[in-house]
């Protein structure tokens, strides 16, 4: 604790990283001061109902927001209710689009200036989608607003704020890029997801308080064992995201001239985590549709009724998994290419040792992958469903306060921060965190 106190001073020593570091607080209270600001004409009752009916996919967006829509802690719909969910699904659709459509696979190979192009892109999608939501928003709680303005005028403001509160927050995130320290968009729901956690810790308190027949002592105990499994996942998380497979590299001797090149040996690292939570959050997406599309069209009867109850079912928790499973091989797919991998190292006089340059050793490198791919979706599967089971235990909501998706992305921003400031206090010749 000592160094990394030691370390925290010499950074702040720095005066660039020390603007960095107060530029990414400043814009993280102006987040969660957005959170705080109020739309216009629109029922908090309505709209909280609203967000009940969508199961666990609204308890996912008050997650990653911060926002608790309850009518009894908050008198008005915040301005960010929409949080950065717009912008995630754009990053999400741009990202499979550019595998399939070859005009936007080319543009990503431009380098800096085709990744700008595709970034132009994404904020549009992410405008159209915010919009899109706010429609459907408002008119899933049309039928109860809070306002003294004709209904058209009404819906005007209401629309408008929700797309403006979204747009803006994707405009902070990339501001921190630019002028702060990490992804802005992972600081803006790690601050969402860090904001919630005194309201889940009372949460989980009373629950054990119900669980215990109203025993304090044991509701507190209770607390403290939850904490303790907290921290022993974090620190299980912390070692999965850290570790990775090293595969060796050899490169071949080529003498040009008078001088002699190559030789060296290196090895090509492949995380055990390769997806981050991106397969998580595609598989909530995916489950979540139905009972989306129920919600905001409110349809009645049997059917509609199932969709919506839906994450009480066993079998929900079934397909979760299946799909996590499903979109952790799918994401890898389309982001680790081991063909042009072993192409590039073929050209440049690079091999793995005992295996032949070539197809195969890109069928070296695609099995191991995919051995480490079968570890972290049960990873990412125990991660996820393990809070779930915990809160069935308890008793308390689904959004208990440990989710794991939460975890992974808390840990992973962190991880994330710390690897950056290392990187800066190195090149400054001060021991850093990592030492």
Do not use: C
Request: glycine share 8%; net charge positive; proline share 4%.
């Amino acid at each position: 604790m000592g160094s990394m106190f030691e370390t925290l001073r010499n950074a702040f020593r720095i005066k660039d990283l020390r603007k960095k570091l107060g530029f990414t607080v400043l814009i993280m209270l102006i987040y969660r001061l957005g959170t705080a600001i109020p739309v216009p004409g629109i029922s908090v009752e309505a709209f909280t109902d609203f967000f009940n009916r969508l199961g666990q996919y609204g308890n996912f967006m008050q997650t990653i927001t911060g926002v608790t829509l309850t009518g009894q802690t908050v008198r008005a719909v915040p301005l960010f209710v929409l949080g950065i969910q717009p912008y995630i699904n754009a990053s999400i659709i741009m990202q499979l689009l550019t595998f399939a459509i070859p005009s936007l696979q080319s543009m990503s190979e431009e380098g800096e200036a085709g990744q700008k192009k595709i970034q132009k892109i994404t904020r549009f999608v992410t405008i159209g989608l915010a919009l899109l939501m706010s429609v459907a928003y408002w008119y899933s709680t049309k039928s109860a607003v809070a306002s003294i303005l004709p209904p058209a005028l009404n819906a005007l403001v209401i629309i408008s704020s929700f797309t403006a509160g979204s747009t803006f927050i994707m405009w902070l995130g990339e501001q921190i890029n630019d002028r702060g320290i990490g992804n802005g968009i992972s600081i803006i729901i790690f601050t969402g997801i860090i904001s919630g956690f005194p309201n889940n810790i009372v949460t989980v308190y009373y629950s054990f308080m119900k669980w215990s027949q109203k025993s304090i002592i044991l509701a507190i105990l209770g607390v403290i064992l939850v904490l303790l499994v907290f921290v022993a996942i974090i620190t299980l998380v912390v070692y999965i995201q850290s570790a990775e497979r090293r595969v060796p590299v050899q490169y071949a001797k080529k003498v040009i001239g008078r001088k002699m090149y190559g030789g060296q040996s290196t090895y090509l690292p492949i995380k055990v985590n390769q997806s981050g939570v991106l397969p998580v959050i595609f598989a909530v997406s995916v489950l979540m549709m139905p009972s989306t599309i129920v919600s905001l069209f409110g349809f009645n009867g049997k059917v509609a009724q199932f969709f919506l109850n839906f994450s009480n079912n066993p079998l929900y928790y079934i397909i979760y998994a299946l799909l996590i499973f499903a979109f952790t091989f799918f994401y890898s797919s389309i982001s680790f290419n081991p063909e042009e991998i072993a192409s590039r190292w073929q050209k440049d006089g690079g091999f793995i040792p005992g295996i032949r340059p070539g197809r195969s050793t890109a069928t070296f490198i695609r099995n191991t992958s995919h051995r480490l791919l079968w570890f972290e979706a049960v990873f990412l599967i125990f991660i996820v469903l393990f809070p779930s089971l915990l809160s069935l235990i308890t008793g308390s909501s689904q959004n208990i306060w440990l989710g794991g998706t939460s975890i992974l992305i808390v840990v992973g921003v962190a991880m994330d921060i710390i690897t950056q400031l290392e990187s800066q206090l190195m090149m400054r010749h001060y021991k850093g965190f990592l030492d």
